[in-house]
Structure formats: C-alpha cells, structure tokens
C-alpha cells in the first residue's frame, strides 16, 4: 500500500513562490502517473499538474499554466511542485494523488488511486 505525505505548505505573499513536495512510502511509485490537486474552502477539488512515470510528460490547468511545475525524482520517491508567482486565489490545501498506470494526462480524481492527507498553501494579497 502506497503512502503518499505532502510537505511544503505555508503562508506567503503574493508573488512568492514555494515547493511542494510529495514523499511516498511503501512501494516505489516510480512506475506510476503523479498528480497534483487543489481543494479551496467551499469548492470541488480541482485538477492543478500531472507528470507520467519518466517525468517526460507534464500537464496542467490553465490556471496553474506558465507559473508551476511539476517534476520528480524517482530515486527519492518524491513528485515535487514548484508554484511562482503566487496569487490569492491559489489558497487551497493541496493534494498528492499516485496512478499505478504511469502514463499521461490524468486529469480526473477518480483516475487516481492513492491520495496524500493535504498541505494548506495560503497566499495573502
């Protein structure tokens, strides 16, 4: 059984910038598809990135487009987001989600099959 825990959150400012990391425990996720979700107060939880199982495929949210990354180091069993430009309405506690297929473009929630417990970012404007 696979153990996903995120790290990372915290408060910032507009236009900062923080790293987000997801360390997984148990078996490799090496093979597998990672995600990155986002669930602010009073709404749905929403896709923000993916990456398949080489980290040669990403893809992400218009909203997220151009101002976060996500990458992998599949030798630390960690996927990572890196989030710049930070804006007020990137406040959401976000989630790690792991896909034991580790292809493409998972963009679904019911297309992952483990979950992380969350780290809350808070951007103040």
């Not at 153990?3 to 490799?28: I, K, Y």
């Not at 929403?46 to 218009?62: H, L």
């Not at 487009?65 to 804006?87: A, E, H, P």
């Amino acid at each position: 059984q696979v153990q996903l825990v995120e790290s990372g959150g915290g408060l910032v400012q507009a236009g900062d910038s923080l790293r987000l990391s997801c360390t997984a425990s148990g078996p490799t996720i090496r093979t597998y598809a990672m995600g990155w979700f986002r669930q602010a107060p009073g709404k749905e939880r929403e896709f923000v990135a993916t990456i398949n199982w080489s980290g040669g495929s990403t893809y992400y949210a218009d909203s997220v487009k151009g101002r976060f990354t996500i990458s992998r180091d599949n030798t630390k069993n960690t996927v990572y987001l890196q989030m710049n430009s930070l804006k007020p309405e990137d406040t959401a506690v976000y989630y790690c989600a792991g896909r034991y297929d580790g292809g493409a473009y998972y963009v679904e929630r019911g297309e992952y099959h483990y979950w992380g417990q969350g780290t809350q970012v808070t951007v103040s404007s």
